[in-house]
């Protein structure tokens, strides 16, 4: 059973960091791609970043190229998001999934202040 559970969400002020996380189990994590998600209020969910299994291929949103950075530890079967450089419409819950299951966690809220 595929379970994934993202941390690291919070109230930041724009221009501020966070450091998402995601710990997965049910399924072979160093085999699966893996990708993020947000969805702000009233807006459809978005892709934000992908990253290869093996973590060498990435692609991100425009709205967050250069700001954000997707990686993972296949040691931890965790995905991580980092996020400089904060904008107010970075303001969204995040979440994390594996593009061939369709399977949610529950998601972490970033708020980010202006």
């Known amino acids: 059973q595929v379970q994934l559970v993202e941390s690291g969400g919070g109230l930041v002020q724009a221009g501020g960091s966070l450091r998402l996380s995601c710990a997965t189990t049910g399924f072979t994590f160093s085999s699966a791609a893996m990708r993020w998600l947000r969805q702000a209020p009233g807006k459809e969910r978005e892709l934000v970043a992908t990253?290869?299994?093996?973590?060498?291929?990435?692609t991100y949103a425009d709205s967050v190229k250069g700001r954000f950075t997707i990686s993972r530890d296949n040691t931890r079967n965790t995905v991580y998001l980092q996020m400089n450089s904060l904008k107010a419409e970075d303001t969204a819950v995040y979440y994390c999934?594996?593009?061939?299951?369709?399977?949610w966690g529950q998601g972490t809220q970033v708020t980010v202040s202006s």
């Open positions: 999934n594996v593009p061939k299951y369709a399977t």
């Open positions: 990253i290869s299994a093996a973590g060498t291929v990435f």
